[in-house]
T-cell receptor, first 111, second 114 residues
């Protein structure tokens, strides 16, 4: 499947700061880019997604940006809170039907 | 609660054994996906079924197989188990086979091979 590089692997921020996670890919056919949040021992849950015909999408404190030319997309979390602490995965559809996931970013928000 | 159910929640077995994991998709979802999550490999796509037919294969070992039944539930069969098969196995479902395709994950089955 499509290789998705996700950085950083760990991220520690203070409550109220912003957090940014970036993913890069190589297949220009990719057209759907979701982000999942996984709390310890729980299922991954979709928090936001973006399609390839849109450059940016925002939902309250969470935003995703997509640069198709450079083949990267990023998750932005503003005004972070301790409950944002979790592992975040980027993913994308390649030319098939499944999701290819990045390796994940462990975000820790300290009070 | 995503509406996707998986059983059992935990499974402990020995090397060489065979197990079956079960998944029931959300009502109305035709696609079922299986993923393996281990500490060193992240979330790995194994296989997808759509309305009873295999649609896509990922990094699934030959010792593993799956099927989707007429009532759309799916089973993942793991045989000749090895220590390295210990992982969290997730099932996900979605309405359509491709395109913008939000996948809803089940709670997972934690498999421990001793």
């Amino acid at each position: 499947g499509e290789n998705v590089e996700q950085h950083p692997s760990t991220l520690s921020v203070q409550e109220g700061d912003s957090a940014v996670i970036k993913c890069t890919y190589s297949d220009s056919a990719s057209n759907y880019f979701p982000w999942y949040k996984q709390e310890l021992g729980k299922r991954p849950q979709l928090i936001i997604d973006i399609r390839s015909n849109v450059g940016e999408k925002k939902d309250q404190r969470i935003a995703v940006t997509l640069n198709k030319t450079a083949k990267h997309f990023s998750l932005h979390i503003t005004e972070t809170q301790p409950e944002d602490s979790a592992v975040y995965f980027c993913a994308l559809h390649d030319s098939g039907y499944a999701l290819n996931f990045g390796k994940g970013t462990s975000l820790l928000v300290t009070p | 609660d995503s509406g996707v159910t998986q059983t059992p929640k935990h499974l402990i077995t020995a090397t060489g054994q065979r197990v079956t994991l079960r998944c029931s998709p959300r009502s109305g979802d035709l696609s079922v996906y299986w993923y393996q999550q281990s500490l060193d490999q992240g979330l790995q796509f194994l296989i997808q079924y759509y309305n009873g037919e295999e649609r896509a294969k990922g990094n699934i070992l030959e010792r593993f197989s799956a099927q989707q039944f007429p009532d759309l539930h799916s089973e993942l069969n793991l045989s000749s188990l090895e220590l390295g098969d210990s992982a969290l196995y997730f099932c996900a479902s979605s309405v359509v086979a491709g395109g913008r395709n939000e996948q809803f994950f089940g709670p997972g089955t934690r498999l421990t091979v001793l």
